[in-house]
T-cell receptor
Framework: SQKIEQNSEALNIQEGKTATLTCNYT??????LQWYRQDPGRGPVFLLL?????KEKRKERLKVTFDTTLKQSLFHITASQPADSATYLC???????????FGTGTRLTVIP | NAGVTQTPKFRILKIGQSMTLQCTQD?????MYWYRQDPGMGLKLIYY???????DKGEVPNGYNVSRSTTEDFPLRLELAAPSQTSVYFC?????????????FGPGTRLTVL
């Protein structure tokens, strides 16, 4: 069956450290993968997209990697800040389908 | 540019009642989506539309109906509400046919069925 698993439900880290979130998938062939941020009581907001032929993508303090052999994406936030505390969702797009498939999310808390 | 707007923000329904969740986008996107989000379950696709007049079922369509008469509006109808429909509902839109499927979400509607 198809599955998208994001490492732990919750992750706590100290301010200034690098947060690493994992997205593993089974029985999908994504053409690209996206990461979204969701704050409590709000809708998800797009952060980054990486294509299947790209190994790494960066945007300011954010970095995403995509390994189609391992079927895994890693999402890094460097020099983390309390304002980075939120739930982060990964989403897969197989290209041929008309929609995204979302993981359950990881709730990140950055402790001052 | 308001993006994607949803009304109402909150609603409590009794079992068996009906209601319509409204969704409007002002980005001229062809693709629109309805998701429900339950705690620990992620976003589940209910229905989607690839353009005015065209809708299709997602993963969890039972108990819901949609219509798409204009590019801007994509209402979601709940008939005969059941407690299992207690959830947070998100509408989203994207410009999928021009580029990748980056989705823009509304603020959500929190629905409780008692």
């Amino acid at each position: 069956s198809q599955k998208i698993e994001q490492n732990s439900e919750a992750l706590n880290i100290q301010e200034g450290k690098t947060a690493t979130l994992t997205c593993n998938y089974t029985n999908y062939s994504p053409a690209y993968l996206q990461w979204y941020r969701q704050d409590p009581g709000r809708g998800p907001v797009f952060l980054l997209l990486i294509r299947e032929n790209e190994k790494e993508k960066r945007k300011e303090r954010l970095k995403v990697t995509f390994d189609t052999t391992l079927k895994q994406s890693l999402f890094h936030i460097t020099a983390s800040q309390p304002a980075d505390s939120a739930t982060y969702l990964c989403a897969l797009d197989e290209g041929g389908a008309n929609n995204l498939f979302f993981g359950t999310g990881t709730r990140l808390t950055v402790i001052p | 540019n308001a993006g994607v707007t949803q009304t109402p923000k909150f609603r409590i329904l009794k079992i068996g009642q009906s209601m319509t969740l409204q969704c409007t986008q002002d980005m001229n996107h062809n693709y629109m989506y309805w998701y429900r989000q339950d705690p620990g379950m992620g976003l589940k696709l209910i229905y989607y539309s690839v353009g005015a007049g065209i809708t299709d079922k997602g993963e969890v369509p039972n108990g819901y109906n949609v219509s798409r008469s204009t590019t801007e509006d994509f209402p979601l109808r709940l008939e005969l509400a059941a407690p299992s429909q207690t959830s947070v509902y998100f509408c989203a839109s994207s410009d999928r046919d021009r580029d990748t499927d980056t989705q823009y979400f509304g603020p959500g509607t929190r629905l409780t069925v008692l």
